[in-house]
């Protein structure tokens, strides 16, 4: 089928849909949703069999859902309406919770439904449950859907009607969750209300509330096991801040503050820094932990987002270094549940006094990082990618000896899409060495996601293993045991010796570094600004204003450009 994609971002659900569907044969073009009269153009241009919206935050124009099938993914379960609909699921409790993919019409979230799917609800952030369980169910959902469509087009299948008299609907139309609605009452709400709130507004907005007498937004709430005064800010355990609640504590993880000039979400004990050394630094949110089984180490590193400080790659670089003194034969480098690593922490740069020179720093640790994985010589070294990388994070992963992922986690092993940053983290020298100089330079050019499938079937993983993520984490324990307990375990870790010696005889690792490090510094001091505005518009959230080409198959068919006359439509880089 030829089907358009219109949606608001090419966040992650848009690009695990694109990749189910891509790999089944499907031509898919995207449009980011901008303007109606954008949007018509597209449509005209690519004459879609059907219109697919993964994620929107306006309503379709009745000039396209009029004349085209338009299927809206909404993350809420059948009859429920409007745009805060995982927000007051996760607030309220709700235990089961759901994906509908229905028809646009008129009625905003009230069109007939082609498919449906539920899941059991966790005590989770928000943008773990929406890139987990709910993007799981709108791939269920979506496929469904595709499926009835033979038997659309001949009129012997039709979508269901929502009907708000079926005593099966439990949904209903719901507003926007305000403010008001997320406020904490310290003395009052427990631990788990506390909790929900906050999970709820994870991502964005936050919950609006007051620290050290400041407004600001909180977000990345954890348990805590301590007891307080209900509201009082108890110690710090790094950049987190401990608050009691009436019944036990919360680790509040970040914060944004309205009121600087740069209102950059933070870690909270940075956004609070010079108030936040008052108070007695704790211990119990720690975000890298080590435990051991057997002869297998495993170091978790649940870094928010997946971004890596400069000093958290100490820090984990640190934890490294130990680890690899412990009597083990393997050591499995597990990420976080929902990113394993996305590279270097862009908000930490944007807020600091020169965003060039800590973007530097920022590589710099990074690089260390990933040479002493390449540089680990008594013992095998394993990347276990339970949620999704990017950047360099994904070349972090190829520095380990195995790469191992979770199906439907999604890779993007590339840089371009920030400002034609170039990258560094080695990558030089791991990509091609796992598919080869040609299909290595197609991937940073194309600057497309990859399915953790599609990355094994061409190597450049080593295995795809269970999609369920506690089984996938069982698996990864099992198969780690297995390597250590290898009979050739003694000639593997030869050979990878003896590789790495080959290898450093014809290049070494420091010409690699230095290599890229150069096209880095151009990035970050070069005449180019493309790097510093593309970081400032994630950071910011700014809107995007046109959709890239590489997504937009679409523009390809647009009317040549006359020759000399390129330069005038261009696409900003």
């Known amino acids: 089928m030829r089907i358009l994609f219109l949606t608001h971002s090419f966040n992650s659900l848009a690009q695990r849909l694109w990749l189910e569907l891509t790999a089944r044969g499907h031509e898919v073009s995207v449009e980011f949703d901008i303007a109606d009269t954008v949007t018509e153009e597209a449509v005209a241009l690519w004459r879609p069999d059907i219109i697919v919206a993964p994620f929107l935050k306006r309503a379709i124009p009745a000039s396209i859902w009029s004349r085209h099938v338009c299927l809206v993914v909404h993350p ?42 539920t899941f059991s609800m966790r005590p989770a952030k928000k943008s773990s449950l929406y890139r987990n369980e709910v993007t799981e169910a709108a791939v269920r959902g979506v496929l469904s859907a595709l499926d009835c469509w033979p038997d659309y087009q001949r009129g012997i299948w039709r979508p269901m009607p929502l009907d ?63 007891a307080g005064e209900p509201g009082a800010l108890l110690g710090r355990s790094g950049a987190f801040l401990l608050r009691a609640t009436v019944d036990g504590a919360v680790w509040i993880g970040h914060a944004r503050r309205p009121d600087r000039p740069q209102p950059i979400k933070l870690p909270a004990a940075v956004a609070f820094a010079d108030e936040a050394v008052v108070l007695p630094e704790l211990g119990g949110a720690d975000d890298i932990r080590y435990e051991e089984i057997g002869e297998v180490g495993l170091l978790h590193f649940d870094f928010y987002n997946g971004a890596m400080s400069s000093g958290q790659c100490l820090r984990l670089c640190a934890a490294f270094a130990a680890a690899q003194e412990r009597p083990t ?12 690593s996305n590279g270097i922490h862009l908000n930490r740069i944007e807020a600091a006094d020169s965003p060039a020179d800590e973007s530097l720093r920022n590589i710099e640790a990074m690089d260390d990082l990933a040479l002493a994985i390449l540089q680990t010589h008594d013992k095998l070294t394993v990347a276990a990618l339970q949620g999704n990388a990017g950047a360099g994070g994904c070349f972090l992963a190829l520095a380990a000896d195995e790469a191992w992922a979770r199906d439907g986690i999604v890779l993007n092993p590339h840089y371009r899409n920030m400002g034609n940053l170039y990258g560094s983290e080695y990558w030089t020298y791991l990509l091609p060495r796992r598919v080869g100089m040609k299909r290595a330079q197609q991937i940073m050019h194309n600057r497309l996601p990859l399915s953790a499938k599609g990355a094994a079937e061409e190597h450049l993983l080593d ?111």
Request: glycine share 8%; aromatic share 10%; charged share 25%.
């Open 164 to 226: 708000y008299g079926d005593a099966a609907v439990r949904g209903r139309e719901r507003p926007a969750m305000r403010q008001a609605d997320r406020e904490i009452d310290w003395q009052h709400d427990d631990t788990t209300t506390v909790l929900r709130k906050i999970h709820a507004a994870d991502g964005s907005p936050g919950v609006r509330d007051i620290l050290f007498g400041q407004p600001c937004l909180l977000f990345d709430a954890r348990l805590a096991h301590y």
């Open 329 to 340: 034969r393997v050591l499995v480098l597990m990420g976080g549940e929902d990113f394993w």
């Open 76 to 117: 809420g379960i059948v009859g429920d309406r409007g745009p805060s609909s995982l927000d007051w699921a996760i607030q309220q409790g709700e235990t089961e919770w759901g994906v509908t993919v229905l028809q646009a019409n008129a009625v905003m979230d009230g069109g007939d439904i082609w498919a449906a799917e």
């Open 463 to 573: 295995a795809c293993l269970d999609a369920e993520p506690a089984a996938f984490r069982t698996a990864v324990k099992h198969r780690a045991q297995a390597l250590a307990a290898a009979p050739d375990y003694a000639e593997r870790l030869a050979a990878k010796g003896a590789c790495r010696v080959c290898d450093e005889a014809k290049k070494p690792l420091a010409a690699y570094r230095a290599e890229e490090l150069a096209e880095m510094r151009r990035n970050f001091y070069g005449f180019d600004p493309s790097y510093h505005y593309a970081r400032q518009h994630f950071v910011f959230k700014q809107p995007h204003a046109w959709t890239p080409r590489h997504l937009a198959l679409h523009r390809d068919l647009a009317p040549q450009v006359p020759p000399g006359l390129e330069a005038l439509v261009a696409e900003p880089t």
